[in-house]
């Protein structure tokens, strides 16, 4: 069992930034990849970005070039830099991990998801 809670969220004005946090407890050791997802009122949850093992990263075409993800192995956290902000950006943000072998764009096979944290832009 994975245990990831996110933080960081909160209300900003278009243009601003965000700094979202998720850390992960349990067996971490078999985190193998990480998710960063967000669900808007409506619509079906999308990946915004992907951290694979191995330095593996991709970060969904709509926030490429003003969200970066990271994360830090040692201290079991996974972070997303969300800058230049769109009222279009608002949503709940989840982190989520993937215990196989993969790194997948699709929601459906991460294990475990944190429970989420809400992004509001205003125009």
């Known amino acids: 069992q994975v245990q990831l809670v996110e933080s960081g969220g909160g209300s900003v004005q278009a243009g601003g930034s965000l700094r979202l946090s998720c850390g992960y407890s349990?067996?971490?050791?078999?985190?193998?990849?990480v998710g960063w997802f967000r669900q808007a009122p409506g619509k079906e949850r999308e990946a915004v970005a992907r951290?694979?093992?191995?330095?593996?990263?991709h970060i969904s075409s709509f926030a490429t070039g003003r969200f970066n993800a990271s994360r830090d192995n040692l201290k079991n956290t996974a972070f997303l830099q969300m800058n230049s902000l769109k009222p279009e950006d608002s949503a709940v943000y989840y982190c989520?991990?993937?215990?196989?072998?993969?790194?997948?764009?699709?929601?459906?096979?991460?294990?475990?998801w944190g429970q989420g944290t809400q992004v509001t832009v205003s125009a």
């Open positions: 989520a991990v993937i215990t196989s072998p993969a790194c997948p764009l699709d929601a459906d096979p991460y294990n475990f």
């Open positions: 951290l694979g093992p191995f330095g593996f990263k």
């Open positions: 349990g067996d971490t050791a078999s985190a193998n990849a």
